[in-house]
């Protein structure tokens, strides 16, 4: 390859799960699960689909062409598009969004790994009280967490510096099958369990008389969350798609597998739950409190098997918090690598480092250093409040007013399209969703966060 081309991923099956990977982490697996069991079951399930249907697709392809069209790093290409306008501040707030993510999710991720260690020694098992102590301790230990964080972001790294084709190409057509497969044993191993029929009605069997206001607001924000929308994830790895790749067929199959992987997390989760009488609207502490309990029990009469399924289902969690932190490294690495002009493997490490140093702060601001807590809030909780319900939403709708309102709709035409070779049966309807739609949903989703609405 020479110096001045650009790289590209290696195949159709490569662009899928390497963007599929991007979307499906702990936001199907971990947040999925608990949203429907907090939004009636069934009927959440429903909504959420017609949600990525009408909100997250338009949205994808709205980053996938910025991010083809401009061929560079996700501020580049809004730059590229914007033309010395100020929608050039989208793409740098995407890649500020993507980089302050990774620093705190790469803690989270760092969790799971304790969790693999904690399952292959024999440590999870006792009562939910003890499992309430262990996250406690852990959460709060000034050590063990950081040095997770650090390993996650370690391995992250050796994945991304080897680039797009040796690097992320490959090893997410090594992790997304690996991924599937856990997820289904763990399902079918939960589907056996007795009584594991009423977590089944309750995932597929929609009562529409729960349907409130809550129910809709939180399927919406998921659908936006899970599909990693305006972190610049999508946008970045959309700059390494070649001109023949079909825009919309990969959004619409990364929108099926995100979703299908989401709703076999719930199928893992709940029957189980039910078999021993857990209630299903955990809420948060549901994959590291709840869950290690639920197994426990479960399979109290097959310890081996209680072993085993414990050890298989963090090891699909990390899995899938990897899948989602080489996306968001990847981000800044992009950045770094073009806009400084300096080796991959120097911007690599320059973004390992720095967001090292983020993970670490607000790992020790979860309760080992009392300094880290502002206005009653941790540093890891300002972060997760600040990308989440200010950075995400402005950044979508922005993106959303951006492709709908100034990009000259020939450009966006051409992308949809692939230059007429596609057809365009479409293009009018997505035009619409991207220029009215999606923008009013991303500003009810934003106000009601905020508490402003609903």
């Known amino acids: 390859m020479s110096k001045t081309e650009r790289a590209n991923f290696g195949s159709k099956l490569g662009i899928i799960l390497a963007t599929a990977g991007s979307a499906v982490g702990l936001g199907n697996v971990w947040r999925f699960p608990y949203m429907t069991g907090q939004n ?4 959440f399930i429903v909504i959420y689909v017609i949600c990525v249907l009408v909100l997250g697709i338009p949205c994808m392809i709205s980053e996938f062409i910025v991010g083809r069209h401009g061929q560079a790093n996700t501020a580049r290409a809004f730059r590229k598009l914007a033309d010395g306008t100020p929608w050039t501040v989208i793409g740098y707030m995407g890649v500020l969004t993507g980089f302050l993510i990774t620093g705190y999710y790469a803690v989270v991720s760092g969790w799971c790994l304790q969790y693999i260690w ?3 020694v024999g440590h999870l098992q006792g009562d939910p009280e003890y499992f309430k102590a262990y ?5 709060s230990d000034p050590v063990k967490p950081v040095l997770w964080t650090f390993v996650m972001l370690g391995i992250t790294y050796l994945v991304v510096e080897h680039g797009i084709r040796d690097g992320i190409e490959k090893v997410s057509k090594m992790l997304m099958p690996t991924l599937f497969v856990l997820l ?3 399902v079918i191993a939960s589907c056996l369990l007795p009584d594991a029929g009423k977590g089944i009605e309750f995932l597929f069997k929609p009562d529409f008389t729960k349907i409130n206001g809550d129910v809709f607001l939180g399927a919406l924000g998921q ?13 970045t790895y ?3 798609f070649s001109k023949q790749t079909d825009l919309r067929k990969s959004a619409i199959q990364i929108g ?8 076999l997390a719930g199928l893992m989760i709940f029957p189980a739950a039910f078999s021993v009488g857990v209630n299903p609207d955990s809420g948060p502490s549901l994959i590291f409190i709840t869950l290690p309990n639920v197994f426990a029990q479960a399979f109290a009469s097959m310890p081996l098997v209680g072993y085993v399924i414990s050890l298989m289902f963090f090891l699909l969690l990390t899995l899938a918090a990897l899948t989602s932190l080489i996306s968001l490294h990847e981000v800044s690495t992009a950045f770094f690598h073009e806009e ?19 993970g670490a702060f607000c790992s020790l601001s979860l309760g080992a250093v009392d300094g880290l807590v502002i206005f009653g809030k941790s540093l890891f909780d300002w972060f997760d409040f600040i990308t989440g319900q200010i950075f995400l939403p402005t950044v979508g709708f922005l993106t959303c007013m951006f492709i709908g309102w100034y990009v000259p709709h020939k450009v966006v035409r051409d992308e949809f399209t692939n230059w007429g070779t596609l057809s365009g049966r479409f293009f009018h309807l997505f035009i619409f969703l991207v220029k009215y739609v999606c923008p009013l949903a991303i500003l009810i989703i934003f106000l009601h966060q905020l508490g402003l609405l609903g």
Request: proline fraction near 0%.
């Open 40 to 43: 009636g079951g069934a009927v």
């Open 118 to 120: 904690a399952s292959l």
């Open 135 to 139: 996250f406690a301790d852990l959460s």
């Open 184 to 186: 289904l044993i763990i």
């Open 223 to 235: 659908s936006f969350y899970s599909l990693s929308i305006a972190m610049g994830c999508l946008c």
């Open 238 to 240: 959309a700059s390494y």
């Open 256 to 263: 099926v597998i995100d979703s299908v992987v989401a709703v």
């Open 340 to 358: 400084l002009v300096i080796t991959r493997k120097k911007a690599a490490l320059l973004v390992t480092i720095s967001t090292s140093i983020i």
